[in-house]
């Protein structure tokens, strides 16, 4: 179908095929504008721990409420939960990166067994096997099954939910549909990582875990 060419409708009208395109396109952006409003994390009340020495940091620091987006000084990654900041310079920790196990475990994948690292071991480069970004700085590796996980996505809330609790997206090891944002099932190259799914049966949402991330950022920049 050229986008010049008119087609007939179901009422036998002759229609532009470039004016279905663009609709399409405007119902689509629609959906992801009202979706990236929905959707946010539920954080549970910050610990008790309100300062803390850190071994990678010089200075103090400060327990921060969830806010404005930040990018980790450990590992790198957006964070918009809990972080412990520096008042003195501009360090940045997701909470989950500052009171990092030395072991952790993770229910999808039950054969792994965690260890922290601050820089990925080895030379090639690793990527997290929940969002598909790569690993820059702190990480949770298993050296028997060989994933990686960024500290933020071992710890990733099982579901995320809008406003009113009417949507619920529920965090799942497979992605079973296409990315509504980037419609396909692949996050980067071959990688397809997490998602969140709606829970909903009349709701086929499914977001990558890093689209989750980017439409929270989006929103949060629009306003
Ligand atoms: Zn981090
Ligand atoms: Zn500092
Ligand atoms: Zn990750
Ligand atoms: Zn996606």
Request: aromatic share 4%; proline share 4%; net charge positive.
């Given at each position: 179908m050229r986008l010049g060419m008119t087609v007939c409708d179901r009422n036998g009208r002759d229609v532009c095929v470039a004016g279905m395109v663009e609709r399409a396109r405007r119902r689509l952006k629609d959906t992801l504008l009202r979706c990236g409003k929905a959707f946010s994390f539920v954080y549970d009340p910050p610990g008790d721990n309100l300062i803390m020495d850190h071994p990678n940091h010089s200075h103090p620091l400060h327990l921060n409420p969830p806010g404005a987006p930040y990018k980790c000084n450990g590992c790198k990654e957006l964070g918009f939960g809990p972080s412990y900041g520096c008042e003195i310079c501009n360090y940045i920790l997701h909470e989950e990166c500052a009171n990092v196990d030395r072991l952790a475990f993770h229910r999808f994948f039950p054969k792994s067994h965690f260890e922290f690292f601050e820089k990925a071991p080895g030379y090639r480069t690793r990527y997290c096997d929940?969002?598909?970004?790569?690993?820059?700085g702190f990480v949770y590796h298993c050296s028997q099954t060989g994933f990686d996980l960024h500290p933020c996505c071992l710890k990733l809330k099982d579901s995320v939910c809008d406003k009113d609790g009417c949507v619920t997206l529920k965090l799942s090891q497979?992605?079973?549909?296409?990315?509504?944002?980037?419609?396909?099932?692949?996050?980067?190259?071959?990688v397809k990582g997490w998602s969140y799914v709606s829970c909903n049966e009349d709701n086929n949402s499914c977001y990558h875990v890093s689209c989750v991330k980017e439409l929270i950022l989006e929103n949060w920049k629009r306003g």
């Open positions: 929940a969002c598909g970004k790569d690993v820059l497979k992605v079973p549909r296409k990315c509504l944002k980037y419609k396909s099932r692949n996050v980067v190259n071959k």
